[in-house]
């Protein structure tokens, strides 16, 4: 629940997208009360669209701008912002994509001198082309193609938060003939990532790029990627979750005021002060007992590793102390990196298994003991079968590992004073929180609690839920990661994460349902052999350093994973110096509504709000007041590209990233 307050609301407004229906309450009273939302999103539009042409170097008298124009409110916004850019002296062609254009905003459009060019046979747009032959629609469409592909900038205002499933007809042909035919946009994430191909406009989408999944995050079909996203009012989803977020590139988000009071975002992302939270600060009395231990079953024979890299994360990151279990080769491999670790059985607050161990496909995987000890330990973490009923209704004491007698086999216990902590049958939801990783994930019990943390690539949750019965390739995951994140969680119970460039972590909300936070604090150089492995062991010590809240606290798994992801993120981007991310919070464009007064004239004048006449609305009230927030030059060619990392570059960051945290 997001509560007023103005530092808080602008928080929020950077780290928490809403859905379709929660944007649409938002701004319906305003638009009752009569504020010019069309007028202000297409100022912002206008605004950035200027700035980027200067940080261009291109002087707007000599700019050429295409806009795609939708029937719908969206196609409002271009034309709006189009005769924003004709007052400047920028030369616009529109290009109307749907049988209707929005009759104010097309009328402000022409009278401030725009070009129009309509593609629709069956336009009704008053004053132009139509019941023109396929042979001109298609000429037509030819030559709208190459307008687009010569400007310099491309606005997308086809469909915005309007739109249902994938595109078609025209907007579908534009789009496939100037973006994409679905699929995750194929650029380079370093240098000058926003634009490697200097001869094709940029792009800026209105709201949203057309055609994306606006509240779940897919690509259904074609899009063009945008550069630039100017979102109105709040985020939605598809500026948060993988693949989408792609597509709408640097966000600009137009601050409208709404009211956040009461409205659940659908996504939230981590940011420093939240991922902050999760982080134990040392106290007086500390010893290295109470800074939280991990124990770590990780490494075999065949990856030994893991075992090394997933001990030192986690004796980096912030706890007390860590004990390893594995093949006496591997734990001198473990003893020679980490010589503080200690071996062996012992009392632990957090649990890491599986990074390293090999899966069940693996040929080795029958040799390997690894896989016996953590079975065994998983089985105490077994709540029952996954039912549409409350997990937690279960009985925790039916244990079927009591019955194979292999509590006597779980690794742990308090080895310094014999008092173990799950010897004793206690149920699942009350055992120290796990990460369950990599090989690990296949031997997951049917149904476990919140504390246990997932940590799949989109490889093992395909595997883990066609284990379940969901016949699911990596490529269907990486099409709908939520949805699959979702599904995962529901049908084990457990916190998933799901790692990629922005990594989704979904579990239980304290008030029922589920949560998603996202974490994008990283650049692409993470994607490296032995970074999954690093996440493993700076989870285990994030789960650590929770004071056992974690079985109490469903909200604060969540938050905790996804502090280690971002913790992770963060340590990717010291170590490497790049400025690159694979999320980035949005740049907040503020538009002061304009005066009651000028309100009233609007609506004496017959003008419904969302077809407000761009004359009417002064520099004051819109243009000049809207770049309070946003830099003339979007700086577009300075972000620092850094320079590659091993997973050991991440080890060793990790301690000034906690530091930094908590300063
Ligand atoms: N939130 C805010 O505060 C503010 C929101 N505002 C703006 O309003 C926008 C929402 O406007 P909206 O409701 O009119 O819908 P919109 O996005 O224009 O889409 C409708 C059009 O798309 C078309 N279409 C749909 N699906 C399609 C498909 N698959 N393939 C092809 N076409 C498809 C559909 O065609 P139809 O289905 O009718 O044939 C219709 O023409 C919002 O995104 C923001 O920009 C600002 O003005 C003010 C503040
Ligand atoms: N393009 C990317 N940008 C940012 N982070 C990435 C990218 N690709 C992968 N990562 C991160 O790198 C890590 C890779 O983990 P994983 O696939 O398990 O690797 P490994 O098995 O080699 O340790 C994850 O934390 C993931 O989120």
Redesign the pocket.
Same mark, same amino acid.
């Given at each position: 629940m997001i509560h007023h307050g103005d530092s808080v609301r602008r928080r929020a407004l950077r780290h928490a997208a809403f859905d379709v229906a929660t *944007?649409r309450a938002m701004?319906a009273p305003l638009l009752r009360s009569g504020v010019p @939302?069309?007028s202000m999103?297409a100022a912002a539009a206008a605004r950035v669209v200027l700035a980027l042409l200067d940080d261009m170097d291109v002087d707007t008298h000599e700019a050429g701008v295409v806009l795609l124009a %939708?029937?719908?409110?969206?196609? %409002?916004?271009g034309l709006l912002a189009g005769a924003r850019l004709l007052g400047e002296g920028v030369a616009v062609t529109a290009v109307t994509v %749907?049988r209707s254009a929005h009759a104010a905003a097309f009328s402000s459009f022409v009278r401030a001198g725009g070009s129009v060019l309509v593609l629709d046979q069956a336009s009704t747009i008053p004053g132009c082309a139509s019941g023109f032959g396929a042979g001109e629609a298609g000429e037509r469409l030819h030559t709208a193609i190459g307008l687009a592909q010569d400007a310099d900038v491309l606005i997308d205002a086809m469909? %915005?938060?309007? *739109?249902? !499933?994938? @595109?078609?007809?025209i907007?579908?042909a534009l789009a496939k003939a100037l973006g994409r035919d679905g699929g995750v946009p194929d650029r380079p994430a370093m240098g000058d990532a926003a634009h490697d191909d200097d001869d094709a406009p940029l792009v800026v989408a209105?709201?949203?790029p057309s055609g994306i999944g606006v509240d779940d995050g897919t690509l259904p079909g074609p899009y063009i990627p945008a550069d630039m996203t100017v979102m109105? !009012?709040a985020l939605k989803p598809c500026a948060m979750l993988p693949p989408a977020a792609y597509a709408c590139g640097t966000v600009y988000l137009a601050d409208?005021g709404f009211d956040l009071h009461g409205h659940d975002p659908a996504v939230r992302a981590m940011d420093g002060a939240l991922a902050a939270r999760s982080l134990r600060l040392p106290r007086l009395q500390d010893a290295k007992y109470s800074r939280g231990v991990t124990g770590l079953i990780t490494g075999s024979t065949r990856y030994p590793g893991a075992g090394v890299l997933t001990t030192d994360a986690a004796a980096h990151a912030n706890i007390g102390m860590v004990r390893y279990m594995g093949p006496s080769r591997v734990q001198d491999m473990v003893l020679t990196r980490v010589p503080e670790a200690v071996l062996g059985k012992g009392r632990v607050e957090s649990w890491v298994v599986g990074s390293g161990v090999p899966s069940a496909q693996d040929p080795q995987a029958h040799a390997d003991t690894q896989r016996e000890i953590i079975t065994a330990l998983l089985a105490h973490y077994d709540v029952g079968e996954y039912s549409t009923d409350d997990p937690r209704d279960a009985d925790p004491n039916d244990d079927d590992a009591d019955d194979a007698g292999l509590h006597d086999e779980v690794p742990g216990g308090d080895a310094e004073d014999g008092d173990a902590p799950f010897a004793n049958g206690s149920a699942g939801y009350a055992m120290p929180p796990i990460c369950v990783d990599a090989g690990a994930l296949d031997i997951l019990p049917s149904r476990v609690p919140p504390q246990v943390v997932i940590t799949p690539h989109a490889g093992e949750l395909a595997a883990l839920l066609s284990l379940r019965g969901e016949a699911l390739s990596a490529a269907d995951v990486l099409a709908d990661p939520w949805s699959w994140a979702k599904r995962a969680h529901e049908i084990t119970g457990a916190t998933v994460v799901l790692k990629g460039a922005i990594t989704l972590v979904v579990g239980d909300h304290e008030d029922g349902g589920v949560v998603t936070l996202v974490s994008g604090a990283a650049p692409a150089w993470l994607g490296t052999a032995g970074a999954g492995d690093v996440l493993a062991g700076t989870m285990g010590a994030l789960l650590a350093q929770q004071d056992g809240e974690l079985q109490e606290d469903a909200d604060a798994c969540v938050e905790a994973a996804a502090a280690a992801c971002y913790i992770h993120g963060r340590a990717a981007a010291l170590a490497s110096g790049s400025g690159q991310r694979g999320w980035s919070e949005p740049t907040i464009v503020r538009i002061p509504v304009p005066a009651p007064a000028m309100n009233a004239a609007l609506s004496d004048a017959g003008l419904g709000v969302?077809a407000v006449d761009i004359d009417d609305l002064s520099d004051d009230d819109a243009v000049d007041a809207v770049g309070s927030d946003m830099d003339d030059d979007l700086g577009m060619d300075e972000v620092p590209v850094g320079h590659p990392i091993v997973a050991h570059d991440l080890i060793a960051a990790l301690p000034r990233v906690v530091s930094g945290l908590l300063g």
């Open positions: *944007v701004e @939302l069309m999103a %939708g029937a719908g409110d969206n196609g %409002g916004d %749907g469909t %915005g938060i309007g *739109v249902s !499933g994938a @595109l078609r007809g907007p579908a209105m709201d949203t109105c !009012g409208f969302g």
